[in-house]
């Protein structure tokens, strides 16, 4: 405990819980690490006069992994036990009580909770934590808050930042009062390479290993863009710390992202042991999210995975960029937190100065909103255009969602709310997902697409392909192929696993994945009895399930070298891990489409032309969907498995 009375937080303690008591929304600027996620709640919890045991203080994180560990570390510090006094709850995760006063969240679960509850009345207090990070979810809470702080005198409202964007905050909320934390910040060093780096990850590797032999006792934080990079960075690291052997001191290698398992991210936390130096492997989830004490080095690649969306094909993709100067600059600061610390950046000060943005642009710029319009709709909220928003999406974002939600049959052509979208709006996932769920009960397969529904959204993660493996590994998925697409492969392995540890080992199957994927399901399935769907299954064969998978949407046919999508006239390929990318069938649906090396269709499965006018004659014409030639076009998608990596 003593150690909470050396943050920099709190000597500030009684200052700002008295601006607290005297504005109603206040914003709350500091360092990364200065206390405010782990403190500010506790000092809440504790005064009187902001507090009354009956209602909840919330703080949303837009990190899943933060919300937790965030949580039980505030636990700990409490002296409670996780999910009775101080909880936490993240998507398809619930883990707080009827005690909890205190609950951490991910933005997007406060957004649900207006669902239920649209003045947020069984809460005294929302900070809405980390908003410099600009997610989606933030984003719409800024603008829902600033709407029900005006009748709801008697809620507080804390916009926490990192020291940055915080006068748009202000302003946005009528000029409300901005409380610095003022930061203890050592110098840090920075140092560019003279050249680009053709390989970062292996710039990496050499500069964490240039650094345990040079440099004096410190630790180490690494910034990479994904899981894969940050496993690969680790073996790397790993295997050339066995070659050396005892010839350097001990190297505490520990990865950081957030699918990681808990057990697992709880360990950058523990203290370094005598002698040894740790590094540490993270997502940007450590550039503001999570702060681990005694980094005096950060090794700084100068990349991020983000997100982008192409408003006139609806194509979301991932890719790695370079990250924005002001992301760069939180990175450098983590190492200046203990001590005088050093930066090594990746990559020349002349491109720091010309290729590096400015700041990253929101999210709500750059991503699909069908989801948010659907709650927003939901809310009453019907003129989007007129949203107060902080910074609005672009036109063409927001009518293509509408589009899309028209097409599901959430609304009407008057962009009304219909008893469809209502009943989706309910289910806590994709518009296409929620409407696939709700139409499987008519095609009397709800059992098999509640479980495709819950695979689909456990993102990927279900097989596991080790680099040393690869050829068992994918014999192992073969085995897996039933006839239709992956949907129906993603069901085979649900249905075989058993959940048996033993079985998802020797099938290259992942554990944890499929664990969750029968949660989430669970979940579902809960809220189908909400929304009085029966949960029926009466199947001979596979149609209704291919006639209802990712609904009607997203449709390709067949067509010169590739695939054309049906409504857009988009050029895209079957994923080279799918289940037909051999077969190439004339008629597919896609569950999504990401970019990598091409315009890929993910987890697709194989329909009938006109099963299309049978589920969805207000979306498609016969026209759209008469086939060009009866013969099999030849297969030209050139690339190997290998060569995409
Ligand atoms: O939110 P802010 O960045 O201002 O700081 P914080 O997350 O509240 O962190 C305050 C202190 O708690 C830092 O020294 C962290 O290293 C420590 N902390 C920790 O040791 N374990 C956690 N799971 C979270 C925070
Ligand atoms: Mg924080």
């Known amino acids: ?17 008295r601006a607290i008591t005297q504005h109603q929304i206040l914003v709350i600027e500091g360092e990364t690490g200065s206390g405010k996620t782990t403190q500010i709640p506790q000092y809440l ?24 560990s965030v949580a039980a570390r505030v636990a700990e510090e409490t002296g409670v036990k996780l999910g009775n006094e101080v909880g936490y709850s993240i998507r398809f995760e619930d883990c707080t009580s009827e005690r909890t006063v205190l ?13 239920t509850e649209p003045d947020l009345a069984s809460y005294s207090v929302v900070i809405i934590d980390e908003a410099h990070e600009r997610t989606l979810h933030t984003d719409i809470l800024f603008g829902l808050i600033k709407d029900i702080a005006r009748f709801r005198s008697d809620l507080k409202v804390l916009v926490a930042s990192a020291t940055l ?36 990850l292996e710039a990496c590797v050499v500069s964490v290993l240039q650094i345990h032999v040079t440099q004096a006792p410190g630790d180490c934080l690494v910034f990479l863009t994904g899981q894969e990079e940050i496993e690969a960075c680790c073996e790397m690291l790993q295997e050339r710390c066995r070659r050396l052997g005892s010839k350097i001191a001990e190297l505490v ?90 930066c090594f950046r990746l990559y020349t000060a002349w491109a720091f100065k010309h290729e590096m943005e400015e700041t990253t642009i929101p999210e709500i710029q750059r991503t699909n909103l069908g989801n948010v319009v659907l709650l927003l709709k939901s809310l009453g909220i019907n003129d989007l255009i007129h949203f107060d928003f902080m910074d609005p999406p672009p036109h063409e974002t927001l009518v293509l969602a509408l589009e899309q939600l028209y097409a599901l049959g959430a609304l009407n052509h008057l962009g009304e ?40 959204s456990v993102n990927n993660s279900i097989f596991y392909r080790p680099k040393d493996k690869v050829v068992h590994a994918d014999n192992a998925r073969m085995n897996f192929t039933v006839p239709g697409g992956d949907h129906l492969v993603l069901l085979n392995v649900y249905n075989q696993s058993g959940f048996s540890t033993q079985w998802c080992y020797e099938n290259f199957i992942q554990f944890r994945s499929m664990r969750r994927a029968r949660d989430v399901r669970d979940q579902l399935e809960g809220l189908m009895e909400r929304i009085e769907v029966e949960v029926v299954s009466s199947l001979e064969d596979s149609v209704p399930i291919r006639k209802v998978t990712g609904y009607f949407y997203h449709t390709a046919r067949l067509s010169k070298g ?84």
């Open 45 to 68: 919890m504790e005064d009187v006069r902001l507090h009354s045991r009956r209602n909840e203080i919330g703080c949303t994180q837009p990190r899943r992994v933060a919300a937790m």
């Open 103 to 115: 609950k951490y969240m991910t933005d997007g679960m406060l957004l649900r909770e207006f669902l």
């Open 562 to 645: 590739g695939y054309k999508t049906v409504k857009h006239q988009q050029t895209v390929y079957v994923h080279p891990n799918s289940s037909l990318f051999e077969e190439q069938p004339r008629w597919l649906i896609y569950h999504e489409l990401v970019f990598t090396t091409k315009e890929f269709m993910r987890q697709v499965i194989e329909i009938d032309s006109g099963w299309l006018l049978e589920v969805a004659p207000h979306y498609y014409k016969s026209k759209e969907l008469e086939d060009s030639s009866s013969k099999k076009m030849p297969r030209k998608q050139g690339k190997t498995k290998d060569e995409l990596g």
């Open 253 to 342: 290698v520990l990865p950081i992202y957030a699918n990681l398992p808990s057990d697992m991210q709880a360990k950058i936390f523990s203290p370094t042991p005598p002698g040894a130096r740790k590094v540490v492997v993270a997502t940007n989830i450590a550039e503001t999210s999570l702060t681990i004490d005694g980094i005096i080095y950060v090794i700084d690649p100068g990349f991020c995975k983000q997100k982008s969306y192409n408003a006139r094909t609806g194509m979301e993709s991932l890719i790695v960029t370079p990250c924005s100067r002001a992301s760069a600059n939180q990175r450098a600061g983590r190492a200046g937190r203990v001590a005088a610390g050093k």
């Open 1 to 17: 405990n003593n150690k909470k009375h050396h943050l920099p937080i709190f000597p500030f303690r009684e200052d700002l819980l």
């Open 417 to 456: 709310l219909t008893k469809m979208g209502r009943r989706m709006a309910e289910l806590p996932v994709d518009p296409m997902l929620s409407k696939m769920i709700l139409a499987s009960e008519q095609y009397k397969c709800s059992e098999e697409v509640l479980t495709i529904a819950a695979m689909l």
């Open 165 to 200: 964007d915080t006068e748009r905050f202000s302003c946005f909320f009528d000029d409300a009062p901005v409380f610095r934390i003022p930061g203890r910040r050592f110098p840090v060093d920075i140092f560019y390479t003279k050249a680009p780096e053709a390989d970062y």
